[in-house]
């Protein structure tokens, strides 16, 4: 069954980065793209980007350019989501999605189960 | 881009029906039949339970149905259970990426 399984929670202090895995298993990971999502505290969610772990393709929203990056390691069927410059308002729970692959979806078939960040001095 | 606009909160009890609102623009909901809705329990991972503006993944129950009448899709969920207890959040497709609903919180009582 297919399953992703996030790394755990992380303190991050304003302006400092942090790292958020997600380990696919359960289907080919190669064939499908990866999306990150986060939700803010009592807000809701919000598209970060997406990766090809076929190559490592990406694209940002544009609200997280400059500031977000996408990696992926296709030996161990992990995808990467690093944050940098990190402010209060990027306290939320971070969420990889997959993509369920075709022409002209848009959603997502399976989610982690989410990664709190906490931004603290 | 702006979020998509849900009531924060529903209710109803067992055996009722009810239906949960989303409403974009003619940029997004309005223009695209991508309309998703998931099912959130928190700490839990979310769970995707209508795809395509009404499609429902397998394993999903034919308690929940979508709909889409322009700039507002909707959620129907009848026939509640104790268990449908959960946030609910509507996802669409807009140039650029996809944009979610703030959410709806769904109180079974």
């Known amino acids: 069954q297919v399953q992703l399984v996030q790394s755990g929670a992380e303190v991050g202090k304003p302006g400092a980065s942090v790292k958020v895995s997600c380990k696919a298993s359960?289907?080919?990971?190669?064939?499908?793209?990866m999306h990150w999502m986060r939700q803010a505290p009592g807000q809701g969610l919000e598209w970060m980007g997406i990766?090809?772990?076929?190559?490592?393709?990406?694209s940002y929203a544009q609200k997280f350019q400059g500031r977000v990056t996408l990696t992926t390691d296709t030996s161990t069927s992990t995808v990467y989501m690093e944050l940098s410059r990190l402010t209060s308002e990027d306290t939320a729970v971070y969420y990889c999605?997959?993509?369920?692959?075709?022409?002209?979806?848009?959603?997502?078939?399976?989610w982690g189960q989410g990664t709190l960040v906490s931004v603290s001095s | 881009q702006s979020a998509l606009t849900q009531s924060a909160s529903v209710s109803g009890s067992p055996g009722q029906s009810i239906t949960i609102s989303c409403t974009g623009t003619?940029?997004?909901?309005?223009?695209?039949?991508?309309v998703s809705w998931y099912q959130h329990h928190p700490g839990k991972a979310p769970n995707l339970i209508i795809y395509?503006?009404?499609k429902r993944p397998s394993g999903v129950s034919n308690r929940f149905s979508g709909s889409k009448s322009g700039n507002t899709a909707s959620l129907t969920i009848s026939g509640l259970q104790a268990e449908d207890e959960a946030d609910y959040y509507c996802?669409?497709?807009?140039?650029?990426?996809?944009?979610f609903g703030g959410g709806t919180k769904l109180t079974v009582l």
């Open positions: 999605a997959k993509d369920p692959g075709g022409v002209g979806v848009a959603h997502y078939d399976y």
């Open positions: 359960g289907y080919t990971f190669s064939a499908y793209y």
């Open positions: 990766i090809n772990p076929s190559g490592g393709t990406t």
């Open positions: 003619s940029s997004d909901v309005g223009n695209y039949d991508l």
């Open positions: 395509g503006v009404s």
């Open positions: 996802c669409s497709y807009a140039i650029g990426g996809t944009i």
